[in-house]
């Protein structure tokens, strides 16, 4: 058996969302754990048509400390893969030490760091809009397609969000860009991939590189790939398999770098 991986899902989806690469990473012999955010268990249809009590009042300390007890309940340090929100909650990890090896997936960046792509600054600004305070983000068929899966044709995004998309709270994503989302980006860290989509309306390929290039440390691996015609839905529209290729690649190549290390200590 090979280490553990813990999947950490983004604003919009669940655990659901990971269903294909846990059944892929299974089958490569890891131990895959997929929780769920506070108030994001069950069936995301379910989850849309009766939105938990409180949804919009969830905040992002929340979400990380129950993804921190996760993380350190499996023994050893996991690696963590995470999409979107989910890939700014593992960059958190990875600086506070809790993780083997980080994959960030069409991340949301730490530090207030943002685009001027207007697609990053549309969706910012509905989602994080003050005037609605607390009520959650009533994710809809329209805008699943139009910003989150717009590389899908109308109805393999209708299909899509039918199984995967939820709704979720603003407040979430205004903690992301503030203290809560603070990163020390001078500091050493384990090997840590990006991956980003050409096409990402949410967060542009752009942001994971200035993403990437804000870690300091020369000693430090980080490293980012860009997938072309990939939408924020890149773990799950066609040619999610590519993707997940390529990091069960890189993590090999990482597994067997610290392998050898350990082995001439």
Not at 165 to 174: E, F, K
Request: hydrophobic share 35%.
């Amino acid at each position: 058996m090979k280490n553990t991986i813990v999947f950490i899902h983004g604003m919009f989806q669940n655990p659901k969302s990971w269903e294909k690469w846990i059944n892929y990473f299974s089958e490569k012999g890891y131990n895959c754990v997929a929780p769920a955010w506070p108030m994001h268990e069950g069936e995301p249809a379910e989850l849309r048509q009766s939105p938990p009590d409180g949804l919009g009042d969830l905040r992002l300390e929340e979400i990380i400390y129950e993804m921190q007890q996760i993380v350190k309940d499996q023994g050893q340090p996991p690696i963590v893969i995470g999409h979107s929100v989910g890939g700014l909650i593992t960059q958190l990890l990875v600086s506070n030490g809790l993780v083997q090896t980080g994959v960030a997936i069409s991340s949301v960046a730490p530090n207030m760091m943002l685009s001027f792509d207007w697609g990053f600054m549309k969706n910012s600004a509905l989602i994080t809009n003050p005037f609605k305070g607390n009520d959650p983000f009533y994710m809809d068929e329209e805008s699943f397609h139009g910003s989150f899966a717009n590389t899908l044709s109308e109805e393999e995004a209708k299909v899509a969000y039918q199984q995967y998309a939820t709704h979720d709270s603003r407040n979430v994503l205004r903690d992301c860009l503030g203290s809560d989302g603070h990163i020390d980006l001078d500091m050493p860290h384990v090997p840590l991939l990006f991956v980003g989509g050409e096409k990402d309306q949410i967060i542009p390929a752009s942001l994971n590189e200035k993403n990437v290039n804000a870690y300091k440390d020369e000693v430090s691996i980080t490293a980012f790939k860009e997938f072309a015609n990939r939408s924020h839905f890149i773990c799950g529209e066609p040619g999610w398999e590519e993707v997940a290729g390529y990091i069960y690649e890189w993590l090999q190549r990482h597994e067997q770098h610290q392998y050898d290390t350990a082995a001439h200590v």
